[in-house]
């Protein structure tokens, strides 16, 4: 059965779909059913912009311990480039 | 039950029908040809949308005798391929219960309408279907029969409700004016068998019609074929109970 648990949140980025490079605006973080991972609940990223419609949308769908690696990873990289002074 | 030698055609397509609130909704549309007296179902999708499982289900009732109608409970979310609209959806928490209902209702509606219909709807769905399914045959009028397939959320606590989900189907049971037929897993996380079994003692409660099985080595949606969670004999046991169920109270009289 569908978890319900969503947390949408607003970002500023491109994201490359079926059509191509589009400005994404919105992240859509769940974990519930996925459509395509072989699991009955997943860790599911949707990079959407509305205004565009539902086509404009980046997916990932993810295990529990791919989503966690992956948080990780990107904390990791980003406190790399701050130590590294890249981040203004 | 069909025999070799029988004449069989179908016609499926898209239509347009009045649903919640009177808005106009698309639905696939499947009936068996000739002049009837069909029975008619009206399918409520799960979740992952109304995709191409539920194309082939709606099918799969006309193969079986019924008028059948699956609305798109997902139209007011846009267009775009089933999975980018449901994915749409499930961002947005799922819908609103009353949308659901007035769009299943107002196809039960729209299928009482036709000249070819023996005067018996049911309503079958899968997954949040099921759960939809119930909360529809309990507060709608009209509906002969109601087949919940591990529909989880039909028992929910307080923390649960919120504004799309306000009152747990549950409680809405005294209100059920027709037999149910509920298929689940032993296996399943929601609902849980100490759910289902929480919802088949309201129903005995409260003295409904109601025939369960609660299938072993099996979790939710064991009747999708396309899914890790297929369970072969279950599915081809479950269909079996369902197509007895429907004929036992849709039939013509």
Redesign the interface.
């Known amino acids: 059965m569908c978890t319900m648990i969503v947390k949408k949140v607003n970002i500023d980025g491109s994201g490359k779909g079926t059509a191509g490079w589009f400005n994404v605006n919105q992240a859509n973080v769940s974990y519930d059913h996925p459509f395509h991972i072989p699991m009955e609940h997943a860790l599911n990223i949707d990079f959407i912009n509305e205004d565009l419609g539902p086509g404009a949308r980046v997916a990932v769908e993810l295990s529990e311990q791919a989503a966690r690696s992956l948080v990780a990873s990107i904390l990791e990289v980003l406190d790399q480039a701050k130590a590294g002074g890249h981040l203004i | 039950m069909y025999q070799t030698n029988m004449y069989e055609g179908m016609v499926a397509e898209t239509i347009t029908l009045p649903g919640f609130n009177g808005e106009l909704i698309n639905a696939y549309f499947a009936r068996p040809l000739g002049d009837g007296p069909f029975p008619g179902m009206v399918l409520a999708h799960h979740?992952?949308g109304w995709d191409e499982w539920y194309r082939e289900t709606t099918r799969k009732y006309a193969h079986h005798g019924y008028a059948t109608i699956s609305p798109n409970l997902y139209f007011r979310?846009?267009?775009?391929?089933p999975?980018?609209?449901?994915?749409?959806v499930?961002?947005?928490?799922?819908l609103p219960d009353d949308q659901a209902v007035g769009d299943l209702a107002g196809a039960m509606r729209y299928m009482r309408s036709l000249p070819y219909i023996n005067g018996k709807v049911g309503i079958f769905g899968t997954?949040?279907g099921g759960?939809h399914a119930y909360l529809t045959a309990c507060q709608v009028p009209g509906f002969d029969a109601v087949v919940d397939c591990?529909?989880?959320?039909v028992v929910m606590s307080a923390s649960d409700l919120n504004s799309n989900r306000p009152v747990a189907p549950l409680d809405y049971t005294p209100d059920l004016a027709c037999p149910i037929l509920g298929l689940f897993g032993a296996d399943?996380?929601?609902?849980t068998p100490e759910q289902v079994a929480q919802h088949e003692a309201e129903l005995k409660k409260y003295g409904k019609n109601y025939e369960f099985h609660i299938y072993p080595d099996a979790?939710?949606?064991f009747f999708y074929y396309n899914?890790?969670?297929y369970r072969q004999q279950q599915a081809v046991d479950g269909w079996e109970k369902i197509f007895a169920f429907l004929g036992k109270y849709l039939a013509s009289e």
Request: charged letters at 25%; aromatic letters at 2%; a positive charge.
């Open positions: 979740m992952p979310a846009g267009h775009g391929t999975e980018d609209v449901a994915a749409k499930r961002g947005d928490g799922g997954c949040s759960r591990w529909g989880g959320g399943d996380r929601s609902p979790g939710h949606g899914r890790p969670n």
